[in-house]
């Protein structure tokens, strides 16, 4: 199983990113996908999440700026950050869940940092 992460990077505030991670080794279409983030000191937090079925959520904090999506022909989901902030500078994840049991998997991450 690989999820690999592309699209990290450097953008001064106000601008986009786009994000892709691509899948593989697991029925993609029976997986939750979602992006995570962390900064050093501080818990892995959610960002955003598509599930099955194409339902998304957002934390409160990125809501409206960013838009997850999926390709069930590429086997990718991918992150759309527009409106970027130093706040959201981190360590950004994907991640793969098993909708009809325990199997849970990550990429290895990618930067993001947003200068001010």
């Known amino acids: 199983v690989q999820l690999v992460e592309s699209g990290g990077g450097l953008v001064q505030a106000g601008g986009s990113l786009r994000l892709s991670c691509g899948a593989s080794?697991?029925?993609?279409?029976?997986?939750?996908m979602g992006w995570y983030r962390q900064t050093p000191g501080k818990q892995r937090e959610m960002v955003a999440l598509i599930l099955t079925g194409h339902i998304t959520k957002y934390a409160d904090s990125v809501k409206g700026r960013f838009t997850i999506s999926r390709d069930a022909a590429k086997n990718t989901v991918s992150l759309q950050m527009n409106n970027l902030s130093p706040e959201d500078t981190a360590i950004y994840y994907c991640n793969g869940r098993y909708s009809k049991g325990t199997d849970d998997y990550w990429g290895q991450g990618t930067q993001v940092t947003v200068s001010s």
């Open positions: 080794g697991i029925p993609f279409s029976l997986y939750s």
